[in-house]
């Protein structure tokens, strides 16, 4: 009931491209989901973060979806560039404000191709 | 603004050996936490620290210990080293708010 679930484990697109992570979720007491980007040999990076009362966010080309019901959120890369070529990971958190420890998803290896 | 700061950056240590990590936090946060990260692998929470505190802890063993410092630097210390103990071990450190900061890692080989 711990688990974060990711698809896909790695993802090539061309530049300009759409990629999709997705990423489900069994307990519902968590209350914080954050994406993080990690370069090789880099900690990882808070890109974008959703409460469960918001369905969708948007940060620059970093969207994220949300479907309570589902159990389910997603992350979206408008217009992929080169450089976004990164691991993604998703995780999710409880307690007030997300104060838990974080519960990652197990990464998506994302290469842009120009 | 210095953000979250690890040392050492690499190191290699022989098995059965023992290791000391450090953290310190991003300026004003007062929580820190250390996960594991394997090889290709998600980070992993080891425990978290809060007001000198071990407040909550992961699935590791007790050859994982740690402290926190009055001015909210921590430390990971693991005894008794294995192979499999090596992997980047990251710090994170939280304020008044749910944002999470990273650091850049520790990289641990154990050979």
């Known amino acids: 009931q711990q688990q974060v679930k990711q698809s896909p484990q790695s993802l090539i697109v061309q530049k300009g491209g759409i990629p999709i992570i997705n990423c489900a979720y069994e307990?519902?007491?968590?209350?914080?989901f954050p994406w993080y980007q990690q370069f090789p040999g880099k900690g990882p990076a808070l890109l974008i973060a959703i409460r469960p009362d918001v369905s969708e966010k948007k940060e620059g080309r970093f969207t994220i979806s949300f479907n309570k019901s589902a159990k389910q959120f997603s992350l979206h890369i408008m217009d992929s560039q080169p450089g976004d070529s990164a691991t993604y990971f998703c995780?999710?958190?409880?307690?007030?404000?997300?104060?838990?420890?974080?519960?990652f998803g197990t990464g998506t290896r994302l290469q842009v191709f120009p | 603004d210095a953000g979250v700061t690890q040392s050492p950056t690499h190191l290699i240590k022989t098995r059965g050996q023992q290791v000391t990590l450090r953290c310190s936090p991003k300026?004003?946060?007062?929580?820190v936490s250390w996960y594991q990260q394997a090889l290709g692998q998600g980070p992993q929470f080891i425990f978290q620290y809060y007001e000198e505190e071990e407040r909550q802890r992961g699935n590791f063993p007790d050859r994982f210990s740690g402290h926190q410092f009055p001015n909210y630097s921590s430390e990971l210390n693991v005894n008794a080293l294995l192979l499999g103990d090596s992997a980047l071990y990251l710090c994170?450190?939280?304020?008044?708010?749910?944002?999470?900061?990273f650091g850049e890692g520790s990289w641990l080989t154990v050979v």
């Open positions: 307990n519902t007491a968590f209350d914080y």
């Open positions: 995780a999710a958190s409880k307690g007030v404000l997300g104060t838990d420890k974080l519960i």
């Open positions: 994170a450190s939280r304020g008044s708010g749910n944002t999470i900061y």
């Open positions: 300026s004003g946060h007062d929580t």
